[in-house]
Each structure stands twice: as structure tokens, then as C-alpha cells.
């Protein structure tokens, strides 16, 4: 069965586009009212996301490793508390952590009053009551991420799709230039054209998360605007192949400009982004961390690869099928 990869490519893509909608994010702790704290006593509300709150909540404050207990905690409801403390004089730390249980959100506090340290107040560690039953399997919730770390398992298989075809479409052209083939050619124009449409769908998703975490659909980040100059940088591609008439000229210079896009695809996605001295809020660019490092866990792994391995195997399939139509067109024309 010859077309095997295609179904496994469907397969693929069903598997984890369903679970990567499907799987619920892990509880957490997201919002904490008032947002400021200082010595004396202070009711904090606190808020949690896919949480289960129990009547009888460990509550805590952590500063600079040491610990205020909360002197009552009241169960709102599932996902929300309201917790009593007496905040001790002399916290060393600017932000304050604040625990339910095992849950901790870090920095959600900022401390006034500060000193060199608390000499009462403080109580020892505490044990997780929280209701984690049905949630076994759970993608990793985030701050600032949330919701939209399930995007990660569309908007950079997107990228890692177009990085493929713009690779098939490279080799043709390098093919073209040994052999002068237009069997060739045809195959790189068709390779950029479908990269295209997924380049697009990378700026396009790309676009929806920052909206979601940075608060703007773009922002003059060094990743952004190398996504975009690549994705111009192949539109004058076709825009070049359309102004040479002759056949085997068009194939020859469309070659030789492939293989220096290519090139820049590399620098402006790969190199000049990750350089420490550029500023840049996209994970893993500008001295940022990835964001394997930071956010992903084998959870979302275990998603995440087979989606990109599903996009890719998608992604050659419409390419197979552009080129198979493009050569019926040409022969019909003869």
C-alpha cells in the first residue's frame, strides 16, 4: 500500500489536533486580590483554574524562603478561597509567593514594608488537599500562557511544515541547475507555493498567541518581522518566475534565487533571532529561553510531535497532489 504515509498523516492529525482540545490544562493558581501586602493583617482572595478547592485548604505565604500561614481560610467555591493572614514585619523580598497546598503562584504578591526578615509568623510546610481526581493526564498550565498553550500544537508544526517544503523546493531548484529540467522546476514553484499557504498559517496563529499573551496581534520583535520578510522574501519568488517569459531562462534564475532565499529563511528564522545582543520576546530568540525549556513537559511531548509529524506528512501530500495537477494542466495545453 503505497499511500500509507497519507493515512498515517490523517491519522496523526486526528489524534492531535482532538487531544490538543480536549486534554484539560493542569489546576493552578491564576489571580490573587489585593495584589499588594504589607505588615498587618490582609484578606486575599484567591483564584484557580481547573481547581477543587476543599473546606479545609493549607494556605501560605512564601517570602525569601520563609513562611506565613494563613490564620483562616474560607472555600468560596472550587476555584475560589479567601484567606485571612497577619503579615509579620521584616519580609526581605520584593513579591511574595502565595501557596494552596502544592499549588504555588509564584510572584503574585508585592511586599511593602521590607526588613532583614521575618521573626514570627512564620510555620512550617504544608500537604496538598486539593482534589486532583480525572486529571491524570493534564498539559501544564502557564502563566500568561493558559488557555493558549494549546496552540503550540498548531502554530509551530505550521513553521516546521514550511521549513520542509521550502527544503523540497531548494533541492529541486539545485536539481534544476545540474540538469536544466522543467519537471524540476515545476516541482520547486509548486513546493514554495503550498509553503506559502502554511507560512501564512504561521503568521496567522502566530498573530492569534501574541494577541493572547502580549496583548497585540504584532509587536516589532526581531522573530516576527524575519517571519514576514521570509514570507516576502517567496512571494518575489513567483513574482520573479512571472516576469521571464522563457521557459528554461525562468527555471535557471528561479533556481539560483531559490537557493539564496533558502539561505535567508535560515538566517532570519534560525541565526539573527537567537543572537543575545537582539531584544525578543519569542521563546528561545534574543538570550530568551526556549520554549521547550520553560513550558513544555512530556504530556504536551507526547502531542506536540506527532502533530508536527501529521502537519508535515499533510503538507507533502498537498504538495504531491499540486504538482500532479500542475503537470495534467501543462499537458492539456499542448
Known sequence: MKHWWKFLGIGLLLFASIAALRVPLAPAL?????DRIAPGPVELTITGYNTRFGKEESVYLK???QRVCATSVTTLDGTHLSAR??????????????????????????????????????????TNKIDMSGLAFVFPNRSILYESIRNLHFHVPMWFTM???????????????????????????????IGLVFCVLGLITG??????????????????????????????YLVLRGSVQDAHKRARLAAIYNV????????????????????????????????????????????????????????CWMYDLRVRAARLANALDR
Open 63 to 65: 517570602n525569601d524562603n
Open 85 to 126: 493572614f497577619d503579615i509579620p514585619a521584616g519580609m526581605k523580598a520584593n513579591l511574595t509567593d502565595i501557596a494552596v497546598g502544592r499549588l504555588i503562584y509564584n510572584g503574585a504578591l508585592f511586599t511593602e514594608g521590607l526588613g532583614a526578615g521575618i521573626t514570627s509568623g512564620s510555620c512550617g510546610p504544608s
Open 30 to 34: 491564576v489571580h490573587v486580590s489585593p
Open 207 to 236: 498573530a492569534l498567541w501574541a494577541r493572547a499573551t502580549w496583548g497585540a496581534f504584532w509587536t516589532n520583535d526581531v522573530k516576527l518581522n524575519g517571519a514576514a520578510v521570509t514570507g516576502l522574501i517567496y512571494v518575489a
Open 163 to 193: 521549513i520542509v517544503l521550502m527544503g523540497i523546493s531548494v533541492f529541486q531548484s539545485i536539481k534544476v541547475l545540474g540538469s536544466n529540467s522543467l519537471d524540476r522546476d515545476l516541482a520547486a514553484e509548486m513546493s514554495v507555493r
Open 260 to 315: 539564496f532565499a533558502f539561505v535567508l529563511l535560515v538566517l532570519f528564522l534560525f541565526v539573527v533571532p537567537r543572537l543575545n545582543a537582539i531584544d525578543s520576546l519569542h521563546p528561545g530568540n534574543g538570550g530568551n529561553s526556549g520554549f521547550s525549556d520553560l513550558d513544555m513537559d512530556n504530556n504536551l511531548r507526547s502531542i506536540f510531535y506527532p502533530a508536527v509529524l501529521g502537519w508535515i506528512l499533510l503538507g
